[in-house]
């Protein structure tokens, strides 16, 4: 007798890591597009050297290790969290930050958990929150767009940004300025929260940020349009489902138009000014929508994107940080694997999910 060994029937999409990478890469090229133009080539520099960095501690670790170094690099992953990093620091922080970055990033909140597939929280979120946590005024100097810089000035050139890379002092890269204030200011979204008891409507009058914007912020506005840009070509090409982003920013914006209430003092800003500011559609489209570290079900997403949701407007309303994501991306990463328990996919071949409440019963 003949006995045919073969493994249970699955359902494959055909696609590979190294595609699902590439087309992460193509579609975070508008957002990066309106960064380098609305604040100069800060943040190209920094994704190309960031690559580089998060490839080599990559192939660094594995090398300590032990592991084959060409398939587990060449699988993109390492690319795709420099490029997450490049975009999400500020475009003229230091050399030795871009190094942090990727080591924490790489060797920290990924290899040492084991590699790609088995990192709990996403390592570009990880990375970005210990340099925000321990570096709060280089993680926070964030530049101007070129319409509100004063008179006379100009976005930095990309002989700036080396020059800033290796401490050359401010003085030195823009000669007539008063200094480093000059190139940056507050954020839409720490303006918003800083209104010095002015109506939120008189405020943003005030600030040239919101006042020479189009319906948000102005530079934010933009760079946000490029990323949904960007995720929207992800959703069509299946990289993900519709349900995290879909929550994330349903949840987001129901919360802002409810604790709206018309302008005054203590209003937190509108659904527009949530959506289209800070790292909003980055975060829906290429960070809570990470395959390892969110929850696996339809369902199960939908109520992660709805979690980060409420938790990034929280933390930005009542919070000591004006932005959020990388806060509230690491909490719903930790409540994955809880939300998981409670919304259990259907097995192959079964009509319906088995019941969370099994796990209770004697």
Avoid at 126 to 144: E, G, K, N, R
Avoid at 182 to 193: E, K, P, R, V, Y
Avoid at 243 to 252: E, N, Y
Wanted: hydrophobic share 50%; net charge neutral; proline share 6%.
């Amino acid at each position: 007798m003949t006995f045919i060994h073969q493994s249970s029937p699955h359902t494959h999409s055909g696609a590979r890591v190294q595609h699902l990478m590439v087309w992460l890469l193509l579609a975070l090229i508008p957002g990066l597009a309106a960064q380098v133009w609305l604040y100069g080539p800060g943040n190209l520099a920094n994704a190309l050297v960031l690559m580089a960095l998060c490839a080599g501690f990559e192939a660094g670790f594995l090398a300590l290790r032990k592991k084959p170094i060409k398939t587990a690099l060449f699988d993109g992953s390492a690319l795709v969290t420099g490029a997450l990093l490049a975009v999400s620091l500020p475009p003229y922080c230091p050399f030795w930050l871009l190094i942090a970055a990727a080591f924490f990033a790489i060797v920290l909140a990924k290899q040492l958990y084991g590699g790609l597939g088995f990192n709990p929280f996403n390592p570009a979120m990880v990375a970005y929150v210990i340099l925000l946590v321990s570096f709060p005024v280089h993680m926070t100097q964030w530049p101007l767009a070129e319409k509100l810089l004063p008179s006379g000035a100009s976005i930095p050139s990309i002989y700036t940004v080396l020059l800033n890379w290796f401490g050359a002092a401010i003085e030195q890269l823009n000669s007539g300025l008063s200094g480093y204030d000059a190139l940056t200011g507050a954020t839409s979204l720490d303006l918003i929260q800083h209104k010095q008891g002015n109506t939120l409507n008189a405020w943003l009058d005030q600030q040239q940020v919101f006042n020479q914007a189009h319906f948000a912020a102005s530079g934010s506005e933009w760079v946000n349009l490029g990323f949904l840009c960007g995720g929207l070509v992800l959703w069509v090409k299946r990289v993900f489902t519709w349900h995290a982003p879909a929550a994330f920013l349903v949840s987001l914006g129901v919360l802002a138009a409810f604790f709206y209430d018309a302008g005054s003092s203590q209003s937190p800003g509108s659904p527009l000014i949530h959506w289209f500011s800070g790292g909003t559609m980055l975060g829906a489209f290429f960070i809570i929508t990470d395959p390892v570290t969110s929850a696996v079900s339809p369902k199960g997403r939908l109520v992660f994107g709805a979690l980060i949701g409420c938790l990034v407007y929280v933390i930005r309303a009542w919070g000591n940080y004006p932005d959020a994501i990388a806060f509230a991306v690491l909490f719903g990463n930790f409540a994955a694997p809880f939300i998981d328990f409670f919304t259990v996919p259907k097995t192959y071949g079964h009509s319906q999910a088995p019941s969370a409440k099994r796990f209770f019963e004697p």
